[in-house]
C-alpha cells in the first residue's frame, strides 16, 4: 500500500485528486510511529517534496503532506532536506488553523476550497501536532502563533485518554524548548489542566501513561521538582569499595559487568538515536524521573564523547533503545562500549515498529541480526546483546512501564550478588594454606 501511495506522487500532477489523496493518506499513516520508519524506507520524501514545491495541491493535501515530512523527519536534526524543505513551506499556520477549527468544532476555511469542505476532529489533529512539536523549528513557530494556550484547551476538550495524551506530550515538547516557552504554559493555565491527570491513581493502567507525561509537563514548569540523585535510594552517590575482576552476567534482567569501586550520579542513562527515538526517550525520560530514579537524557548534550562516556560510568543502567538506525550512531555505540567497560548495567528497549534487514536486504528482523551487531558493535560489548530485551508497546503501556522498572530495580540485588560471590571467593582464596594465603581473612 505505501509502495502504491509513492508511485501515485510519483507518477501524477500536483492538481489531480489521487496525489491530493495520496499526500493525505501519509499525512494519516506518518501519525503511527511504528511506520514511520517503513514510510522512510519506501522513499516518500523526494516525491512528495516534488509536489510540495510545484504547488498545486489542495491545502489539506498540502497540510497533510507537510505534516508527513515533519512527522517522519522532524526528529532528524541533520535531514538538511527535509529542514529546508519544512523552511520553504510554513505548516504552522495550517496546524494552528486546524487545531483551532477542532476545537471549535466547525469548519477550517484554512484547509477547505470551493469544492471541499474540511472538518477536523481533535483525534486527528492532536497527534500530528504533538509529532510536528518535535521539530525544532516547526515547535517554534507553532509556539509563536499561539499553539501553547489552544492545546491547553485541547487537554481538556480531548474524550480519549490516548489523545488527551498527546496533548499533554506536546506541551511537553514546547516547555523543553526555551525558558519562555515554558513560563508561558504556566500563565496560560497548563499546571492547572494537567495537575489532575497528574494525580490519577497509581493503579489505573488505562491513565498511567497520560499520569507521567502530566507529572513529566509540572516537572518541566518547575511545580515538581527535579529528581536529585541523592533523594534516590537507588541512586544515591555512594561510592562501592570492592574491587573486583571481569565478571559478567546475563540473561533475562540485562547484562552488567561487575563494576569496580565507582560513585553513582544516576539511575538510568538512557542511549538513543535523536532520528529515530527523540520523542519516545523523552517518554521514557518521564516514566524514570515521575518515580524517583534521576536519568541522563543526552538529546541537549553539548559536550564531547569522551564526557559522556565519564556519565555513562557514573550510572547503574544504561538503557540502549533498539531503533532502526541505532548502529549508525557513533555516539550511541560509543556509549554502549563504556557501559560494558564500566560495568554498567546494558537493558535493551526495542521500539516498537523497528526492523533490520535479512541478508537478503528485506527489513523483516525484528531483533539486530548477529551479523549486524558484529559489524558495528566493539567487541567488547558484543556480549551484552546475549540479554533478552524488553519490547516497548504503546498499546500496553502499564505492562512496558512494569517490565521495564523491574529490570531497574531488580538491578542492584543482582549486582550486590554477584559481588558477594566474588567476594567471598576472594576470602576464601585469602584463607586457604594451598593458596598461598595466611589462614586470616582480609577485610
Not at 110 to 129: A, F, H, K
Not at 179 to 202: D, F
Not at 368 to 384: F, G, W, Y
Request: glycine share 6%; net charge negative.
Amino acid at each position: 500500500a505505501v509502495e502504491a501511495l509513492v508511485g501515485v506522487l510519483r507518477a501524477g500532477e500536483p492538481e489531480q485528486k489521487a496525489v491530493a489523496d495520496a499526500a493525505y493518506a501519509l499525512g494519516k499513516l506518518a501519525v503511527h510511529e511504528p511506520l514511520r520508519a517503513t514510510l522512510r524506507r519506501a522513499g516518500v520524501f523526494e516525491p512528495l517534496a516534488h509536489k510540495l514545491d510545484a504547488g498545486g495541491l489542495a491545502p489539506n493535501a498540502c497540510y497533510n503532506g507537510l505534516a508527513a515530512v515533519a512527522m517522519l523527519y522532524g526528529e532528524d536534526a541533520a535531514n538538511k532536506a527535509a529542514n529546508a524543505l519544512l523552511s520553504r513551506h510554513d505548516v504552522a499556520p495550517l496546524a494552528v488553523a486546524a487545531l483551532r477549527s477542532a476545537l471549535a468544532g466547525t469548519t477550517c476555511d484554512e484547509l477547505s476550497t470551493t469544492t471541499r469542505t474540511v472538518c477536523l476532529g481533535l483525534q486527528n489533529v492532536l497527534p500530528q501536532i504533538r509529532s510536528m512539536s518535535v521539530h525544532a523549528q516547526t515547535r517554534d513557530r507553532l509556539l509563536e502563533l499561539g499553539a501553547a494556550p489552544l492545546m491547553i484547551q485541547g487537554v481538556n476538550a480531548a474524550r480519549m485518554p490516548a489523545d488527551r495524551l498527546h496533548a499533554v506530550r506536546c506541551l511537553l515538547n514546547f516547555a523543553w524548548a526555551v525558558p519562555a516557552a515554558a513560563e508561558n504554559l504556566r500563565t496560560s493555565g497548563a499546571v492547572e489542566t494537567v495537575t489532575p491527570w497528574a494525580e490519577a491513581a497509581e493503579d489505573d493502567d488505562g491513565l498511567l501513561e497520560l499520569r507521567d507525561a502530566a507529572r513529566g509537563l509540572l516537572r518541566a514548569l518547575g511545580v515538581i521538582d527535579e529528581t536529585a540523585a541523592t533523594d534516590d535510594a537507588a541512586t544515591r552517590n555512594e561510592v562501592d569499595d570492592v574491587e573486583t575482576p571481569k565478571e559478567v552476567a546475563g540473561g533475562s534482567t540485562g547484562y552488567v559487568a561487575v563494576p569496580a569501586k565507582k560513585r553513582y550520579e544516576y539511575g538510568v542513562f538512557l542511549s538513543h538515536k535523536q532520528s529515530d527515538a527523540k520523542d519516545f526517550a523523552r517518554s521514557l525520560f518521564t516514566l524514570f524521573e515521575g518515580r524517583g530514579v534521576k536519568c541522563f537524557l543526552d538529546m541537549e548534550f553539548r559536550g564531547e564523547l569522551n564526557d559522556l562516556e565519564l556519565i555513562v560510568s557514573t550510572a547503574r543502567t544504561l538503557i540502549f533503545v533498539l531503533s532502526d538506525n541505532v548502529f549508525d550512531s557513533e555516539w550511541c555505540i560509543k556509549e554502549l562500549a563504556a557501559a560494558v567497560r564500566h560495568g554498567v548495567k546494558v537493558v535493551f528497549v526495542l521500539k516498537e515498529g523497528a526492523r533490520w534487514a535479512d541478508k537478503d536486504g528485506n527489513y523483516v528482523c525484528t531483533f539486530p541480526p548477529d551479523s549486524l551487531i558484529r559489524a558495528k558493535v566493539p567487541a567488547e560489548a558484543v556480549p551484552a546483546f546475549s540479554s533478552k530485551a524488553i519490547n516497548h508497546s504503546n498499546d500496553y503501556y502499564a505492562a512496558f512501564a512494569h517490565d521495564l522498572l523491574q529490570r531497574i530495580d531488580a538491578q542492584q540485588e543482582q549486582i550486590d550478588s554477584l559481588r558477594g560471590d566474588v567476594a567471598a571467593a576472594a576470602a576464601a582464596t585469602a584463607t586457604s594454606p594451598l593458596a598461598g594465603g595466611s589462614g586470616a581473612a582480609a577485610l
